[in-house]
């Protein structure tokens, strides 16, 4: 039988505990806020959660187990918990990722919470420091990266699904509209909808120069295009 004494934490110690999880807590939420600014799929209530919870799993993990510390015959591992938010963090990202065509989006917002929670981890583990300043890049590199720098000249993929008249020279002419904007077609998808109608899915490269809404301009004088969805 194990003979070990019950270790009460002071109440002092528990106030840096405290302080640990309200910091984690508000950093996640700031994160969050550049992500609900940007309508993503996760905002602030999300990264709070996730900076909160993992701040207060690597808590547990450094200091809930140290009252078995000097048991004999008693191993503790105190990196298993915090190694297990890594991983649980993975399977939240997942559901965060959605493939709608050829586009996959949710990547960057996936990432983004995934960041989050190793800041609340280095919080937790009373790394202030490391996790205000990490929080801090994370936040200013995600503003920065999401508007369009010629420094990087990085092409737009985007996804057109459009409904034109069935005739012979559409294809054709749908080619030309894109080539004239150098706009370089990466996949076609053709449908037939009834005898009159086609549906065309395209997956197109858009240069860092043109504005994802100038798309639509394109088609306003076409008298073959029914339909434009992007």
Known sequence: MLNFTLNVVPIQVQLEFFLRIFLAAVIGGAIGYERKNRLKEAGVRTHLIVSLGSALMMIISKYGFSDLDNVAGYRIDPSRVAAQIVSGIGFLGTGMIFIRKQTVSGLTTAAGVWATAGVGMAIGAGMYFIGVISAGVIIVLQVLLRKRHDIFRIPMAET??????????????LRDVFYEKNIEIVNVKVEKINEMTIEVDLLVKIPHNFRADEIMLMFDNLDYILSVEL
Do not use: A, G, S, T
């Open 160 to 173: 057109i699904e459009l409904r034109v008249i069935n005739r012979p020279d559409v294809l054709k002419n």
